[in-house]
């Protein structure tokens, strides 16, 4: 079992930055596949960036590449989304995710097994 605690996002202008964190305990989580999901009302969860147990490879979605940097720092067991350059659409509900078994290739929410709590990111106009 793994369980994820997820820290950071709030409230940031348009054009700002935020960074959010994701706290692995449990069994070895530097084996997993770390992945950021986020979610709007009606909407399915969506992939934003995903990164090996190494963190020599790293995926992004379209709307994420370019403005986000995801890392993970093995020692802590924590993963990290850096966003900046942060739009209003960016806003919604940031969950991180772990998997033993995938690829960062794979951006299917289904895939993954284990979930943070999820933490909102709103980005005022």
């Known amino acids: 079992q793994v369980q994820l605690v997820q820290s950071g996002g709030g409230l940031v202008q348009a054009g700002g930055s935020l960074r959010l964190s994701c706290a692995a305990s449990?069994?070895?989580?530097?084996?997993?596949?770390m992945g950021w999901f986020r979610q709007t009302p009606g909407k399915e969860r969506e992939f934003v960036a995903a990164?090996?147990?190494?963190?020599?490879?790293?995926n992004y979605s379209n709307s994420a590449k370019g403005r986000f940097t995801i890392s993970r720092d093995n020692a802590k067991n924590t993963v990290y989304l850096q966003m900046n350059s942060l739009k209003p659409e960016d806003t919604a509900v940031y969950y991180c995710?772990?998997?033993?078994?995938?690829?960062?290739?794979?951006?299917?929410?289904?895939?993954?097994?284990?979930w943070g709590q999820g933490t909102q990111v709103t980005v005022s106009s």
């Open positions: 990164i090996s147990r190494g963190g020599t490879t790293i």
């Open positions: 995710a772990a998997d033993p078994a995938l690829s960062v290739g794979i951006t299917s929410p289904r895939s993954y097994e284990y």
């Open positions: 449990g069994r070895t989580s530097s084996s997993d596949v």
